[in-house]
């Protein structure tokens, strides 16, 4: 089992900044990338980043340019760095880790509020 902790959602005005922590802990061997995941009311839960063991990094078209993914493998945390903030980016941010093909492991989820 890996358990997943996210903290650093807050409410930002359009345009700010917020980054974003999930400490992992467990069976932190058997999962092979991290990822961030987010939904927003009344949509799906769509990937906003990920990063692999291996360093390759992926981000969802939306937030290319202004989010950056990171991991600090001696303290097991990823963040994620949101800049240029938009209105759209407003909900609920997961983060994941990915066993083999299939993102088996979710934080709780931790809220970012983006206002005019």
């Known amino acids: 089992q890996v358990q997943l902790v996210e903290s650093g959602g807050d409410l930002v005005q359009a345009g700010g900044s917020q980054r974003l922590s999930c400490a992992a802990s467990?069976?932190?061997?058997?999962?092979?990338?991290m990822g961030w995941y987010r939904q927003a009311p009344g949509k799906q839960r769509e990937l906003v980043a990920s990063?692999?063991?291996?360093?390759?990094?992926d981000y969802a078209d939306s937030v290319k340019g202004r989010f950056t993914i990171s991991r600090d493998n001696a303290k097991n945390t990823v963040y994620l760095q949101m800049n240029s903030l938009k209105p759209e980016d407003t909900a609920v941010y997961y983060c994941a880790a990915r066993k083999v093909f299939r993102w088996a492991y979710w934080g709780k989820g931790t809220l970012v509020t983006v206002t005019l």
């Open positions: 467990g069976s932190i061997s058997s999962i092979n990338a």
């Open positions: 990063i692999t063991n291996g360093g390759n990094i």
